[in-house]
């Protein structure tokens, strides 16, 4: 056989089983720049619970995994826009519930508070009165739900960094008394911080105790198909489980929060957080 059409036969092989063999979709993951153990290194490194989770899950559907990192607030219109297809760990609200959808993901959420070891246990933020409560500018109003004057009697001190060791430090050098993170980034920083033992104290119950974490879906996605959820109660509040509208069965979207499900129920998602904060599954 001539040269020429051996090589057009290897071109068109190649390319047949480059086609065959590349994932037949793109899930992109969106997550702030800075590090947070260990759910994610410091960009431009990915590496953590996070990349490890929703690799898999990629994976599993047939896709390939892209990781997108931005601020705080560029992130957030990138969501609204569709540019991003998910954020990996998110609590939910109102404002939030307009252009995302919460899945959960099978990892313990929820908030804790530290502090120093001289304070009392404190279960709600309102037995903060007359303290300096540390917040950084990519989280919520923790004390919008106190009543005015509950609110007026706690000073907000601002943190710079997103890092918990950065509240940390403020704490130790008396520059606030209390400061609200995630549960998974306290647990990891604390056991792996041996330093800080005797120095500061956890609150696990300070804001409602554990609680599911969830990924955030876009509703602009293209991998996203919205229909209106059949089990939504007009008359109960607006939740992960109770949102208006939800991803369509056989959509991508509605594929990811089943296998997000799946891998919870078998435990293999407590497996993987295990791995990461030696602890038993």
Not at 129 to 157: C, D, F, K, M, W
Request: aromatic share 8%; glycine share 8%; proline share 8%.
């Amino acid at each position: 056989m001539p040269l020429r059409p051996i090589a057009l036969c290897i071109a068109a092989w190649t390319a047949a089983w480059t086609a065959f063999a590349a994932p037949a979709c793109t899930l992109t993951l969106g997550y702030r720049s800075e590090a947070r153990p260990p759910l994610m290194a410091e960009a431009p490194d990915h590496r953590g619970l996070y990349l490890d989770l929703y690799r898999t899950v990629a994976q599993r559907l047939g896709c390939q995994l892209r990781v997108e990192r931005l601020p705080k607030l560029r992130m957030v219109e990138a969501l609204k826009r569709g540019e991003v297809d998910f954020y990996p760990g998110m609590d939910f609200d109102e404002d939030r519930d307009s252009y995302l959808l919460f899945m959960d993901n099978g990892l313990p959420g929820g908030l804790v508070g530290v502090s120093r070891p001289d304070l009392p246990e404190v279960t709600h933020l309102r037995q903060l009165a007359g303290r300096r409560l540390l917040r950084h500018t990519g989280q919520p109003n923790y004390l919008e739900e106190l009543s005015p004057a509950e609110r007026a009697s706690i000073a907000e001190v601002k943190v710079v960094s997103a890092a918990l060791e950065r509240g940390v430090e403020m704490l130790l050098r008396e520059r606030g008394d209390f400061y609200v993170y995630g549960r998974m980034s306290v647990d990891f920083l604390v056991r792996t911080h041996p330093e800080w033992r005797g120095l500061v104290k956890v609150h696990p119950q300070c804001c409602g105790g554990e609680s599911p974490n969830h990924a955030a879906f876009s509703k602009k996605s293209a991998h996203v198909k919205l229909v209106t959820n059949p089990a939504y109660k007009p008359g109960k509040p607006l939740g992960p489980d109770n949102q208006r509208v939800v991803a369509q069965p056989g959509s991508l979207a509605h594929r990811f929060a089943q296998e997000l499900q799946r891998m919870a129920r078998s435990g293999e998602v407590r497996r993987l957080y295990a791995q990461y904060h030696a602890v038993e599954p």
